[in-house]
């Protein structure tokens, strides 16, 4: 089961960050969970070379809507953590619960129901996509599409990387 731990931010405690797993193609047998589970990468070379990253969040079961975002908040005239281009966007699928320090490219389970795709805006949030959530937890499966590349790490200032929401439908 994957273990994320929810963190909430002075100004809005319903914010929840994820604890993330990239999946590598080219390093298909290795976990690369890290020390912190903050590290997030999602690309793609041609349908070649693809990293997934696995979300896993901590979420409150009375509350049966969430709400994904991904936010990059730069300083003016200096980018912001990470690597990021313009026009970025990713795919957003639902996961079974997963063990991170033991998943793999290679034993990665199938990925469950599409819930959209996110298009992430410089110095802005992104676009959101709303799905059902009733449970203590839940994973999701982040997807390249086309050659997009965006990499991250999670709750660095200023503040980048996904957002989970819940509120009561």
């Known amino acids: 089961m994957a273990v994320a731990s929810p963190t909430a931010t002075p100004a809005n405690t319903n914010i929840i960050y994820p604890v993330l797993v990239p ?9 690369l969970f890290g020390a912190s589970g903050s590290n997030g990468l999602i690309a793609s070379s041609n349908g070649n070379d693809r990293v997934y990253t696995l979300a896993s969040f901590d979420i409150d079961k009375t509350k049966t809507q969430c709400t994904l975002k991904f936010v990059i908040t730069e300083n003016p005239g200096q ?5 990021f281009g313009d026009n970025l966007r990713f795919d957003v699928w639902a996961y079974q619960d997963f063990d991170s320090k033991t998943v793999t490219w290679n034993n990665q389970g199938p990925r469950g129901d599409y819930y959209g795709r996110i298009y992430v805006i410089r110095n802005a949030e992104s676009s959101q996509i709303h799905f059902q959530c009733a449970s203590s937890s839940i994973s999701l499966l982040l997807m390249p599409v086309d050659n997009d590349v965006i990499g991250w ?3 660095v200032q200023p503040l980048v990387g996904l957002i989970m929401t819940q509120a009561q439908e």
Do not use: F, I, K
Request: glycine share 12%; net charge negative; hydrophobic share 25%.
């Open 79 to 83: 980018p912001g953590p990470g690597l």
């Open 23 to 31: 999946l590598d193609e080219r390093n298909a047998d290795s976990n």
């Open 153 to 155: 790490v999670e709750q």
